[in-house]
């Protein structure tokens, strides 16, 4: 076991810092940025019936639903086709509307979740096409669905999934791009420019683990901490719920992740000199509201962590840490700020003596209801 964990003291750590060659894995011979060209077999054998969806539903669970969610303003935002992201587990006990021009995509790193796999049996008696986004090759899921693309994201041991998300929102994008170039909804330019910036992710990963050292210093002031709040907002909002998740699972902590702007109707009660408070604050996409939410938690004394763009002065000005995260654009940013987050969970849990791999309660995939 020691050997597979390649010098790391966990399975979960190794997966870290797997994520910059996981996604080189995920995007190698589909992403041709010279060329201007993705290919991927699932898509360009379906392209019409894809494109030409009237609407995504996507059905997933955990992390999964999580990536679901920045896909949702991925395909918006490129592709412009409504998206609708759905809890598998809920998807299949409602009577929901499915129409024949819907697509559906299933995301599950395992291919086994029982919920999911059920979301897309009720799916396709429904007559909806059903595209997997999955990591395990051959599983359930990716036999069960029409058509596929595989996250390659090697395996995952650690039940906190880490490359996994990346690689899903990767495999998303190539996604959403694809389809964007084909509707015409982006310029060849925007297009290109995606897939280059893409390309430096890996890289920019690699810079944002240097900060490991930074990290699990903050890890240290807050790790006896009861309660943690997260905030995020746009392509970060689904980022903020997912590092409240892994602070949950691996550190047993209460930790609850909302859109920064929704604190004012509720989770602002909450905070005190005590709260820490993860604050994804990058340059793009409503950063000055974000400072503003920033301002609003300093004036009530609670505790800020602000994940950043490098160079950052506001948000430096204001919190108790800033993480800095190299620059990329919007659409892009979750692959960055999820970084720190997952080093945040995984240093507190270590601290505080917790099973990391293996955390108490959780399977790696949950193949019940
Ligand atoms: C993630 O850290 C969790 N352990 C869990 O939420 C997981 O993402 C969920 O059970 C879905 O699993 P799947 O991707 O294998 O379908």
Same mark, same amino acid.
């Not at 499915?98 to 979740?113: F, L, P, W």
């Not at 509707?183 to 925007?190: A, H, L, V, W």
């Given at each position: 076991?020691?050997?597979?964990?390649?010098?790391?003291?966990?399975?979960?750590?190794?997966?870290?810092?797997?994520?910059?060659?996981?996604?080189?894995?995920?995007?190698?011979?589909?992403?041709?940025? /010279?060329?201007?060209?993705?290919?991927?077999?699932?898509?360009?054998?379906?392209?019409?019936?894809?494109?030409?969806?009237?609407?995504?539903?996507?059905?997933?669970?955990?992390?999964?639903?999580?990536?679901?969610?920045?896909?949702?303003?991925?395909?918006?935002?490129?592709?412009?086709?409504?998206?609708?992201?759905?809890?598998?587990?809920?998807?299949?006990?409602? /009577?929901?509307?499915?129409?024949?021009?819907?697509?559906?995509?299933?995301?599950?790193?395992?291919?086994?979740?029982?919920?999911?796999?059920?979301?897309?049996?009720?799916?396709?008696?429904?007559?909806?096409?059903?595209?997997?986004?999955?990591?395990?090759?051959?599983?359930?899921?990716?036999?069960?669905?029409?058509?596929?693309?595989?996250?390659?994201?090697?395996?995952?041991?650690?039940?906190?999934?880490?490359?996994?998300?990346?690689?899903?929102?990767?495999?998303?994008?190539?996604?959403?791009?694809?389809?964007?170039?084909?509707?015409? *909804?982006?310029?060849?330019?925007?297009?290109?420019?995606?897939?280059?910036?893409?390309?430096?992710?890996?890289?920019?990963?690699?810079?944002?683990?240097?900060?490991?050292?930074?990290?699990?210093?903050?890890?240290?002031?807050?790790?006896?901490?009861?309660?943690?709040?997260?905030?995020?907002?746009?392509? /970060?909002?689904?980022?903020?719920?997912?590092?409240?998740?892994?602070?949950?699972?691996?550190?047993?902590?209460?930790?609850?992740?909302?859109?920064?702007?929704?604190?004012?109707?509720?989770?602002?009660?909450?905070?005190?000199?005590?709260?820490?408070?993860?604050?994804?604050? *990058?340059?793009?996409?409503?950063?000055?509201?974000?400072?503003?939410?920033?301002?609003?938690?300093?004036?009530?004394?609670?505790?800020?962590?602000?994940?950043?763009?490098?160079?950052?002065?506001?948000?430096?000005?204001?919190?108790?840490?800033?993480?800095?995260?190299?620059?990329?654009?919007?659409?892009?940013?979750?692959?960055?700020?999820?970084?720190?987050?997952?080093?945040?969970?995984?240093?507190?849990?270590?601290?505080?003596?917790?099973?990391?791999?293996?955390?108490?309660?959780?399977?790696?995939?949950?193949?019940?209801?």
């Amino acid at each position: 076991e020691q050997i597979e964990k390649g010098g790391y003291d966990h399975f979960m750590m190794k997966e870290i810092y797997e994520q910059p060659s996981a996604i080189m894995d995920t995007y190698r011979g589909r992403m041709l940025p /010279n060329e201007g060209i993705i290919r991927m077999a699932g898509v360009d054998d379906n392209i019409e019936r894809l494109a030409n969806a009237k609407r995504i539903i996507v059905v997933a669970c955990g992390t999964s639903w999580h990536a679901g969610l920045v896909s949702e303003y991925i395909f918006e935002d490129l592709a412009r086709i409504p998206v609708e992201v759905e809890y598998a587990s809920e998807f299949r006990y409602r /009577n929901p509307v499915i129409y024949e021009n819907d697509v559906v995509i299933a995301i599950s790193q395992s291919g086994e979740t029982a919920d999911t796999m059920a979301a897309i049996k009720l799916a396709k008696e429904k007559g909806a096409f059903v595209f997997g986004v999955c990591n395990v090759v051959g599983s359930s899921i990716s036999r069960e669905t029409h058509a596929g693309a595989y996250t390659h994201a090697g395996p995952e041991i650690g039940v906190a999934s880490t490359k996994a998300f990346t690689t899903q929102i990767t495999v998303l994008t190539l996604i959403a791009l694809k389809l964007a170039k084909y509707k015409g *909804t982006i310029s060849d330019s925007e297009f290109r420019f995606h897939l280059q910036e893409l390309e430096r992710i890996p890289a920019k990963i690699s810079q944002v683990l240097e900060k490991n050292e930074q990290v699990k210093e903050i890890a240290f002031t807050y790790k006896d901490a009861p309660n943690c709040l997260y905030l995020g907002r746009g392509y /970060n909002f689904p980022v903020a719920l997912e590092g409240a998740l892994k602070l949950k699972e691996i550190s047993y902590i209460h930790a609850e992740g909302y859109p920064a702007a929704e604190m004012k109707h509720g989770p602002i009660a909450l905070i005190d000199e005590q709260m820490p408070v993860v604050v994804i604050a *990058t340059n793009k996409g409503h950063y000055d509201k974000v400072v503003s939410n920033i301002q609003e938690i300093k004036s009530r004394s609670g505790k800020i962590i602000g994940i950043v763009t490098e160079g950052d002065e506001a948000v430096k000005e204001l919190a108790d840490y800033v993480i800095e995260v190299p620059e990329t654009i919007e659409s892009l940013t979750p692959l960055l700020t999820t970084i720190p987050l997952q080093l945040l969970s995984y240093h507190i849990a270590v601290m505080l003596g917790k099973n990391v791999d293996q955390p108490r309660n959780l399977a790696k995939s949950v193949t019940v209801e």
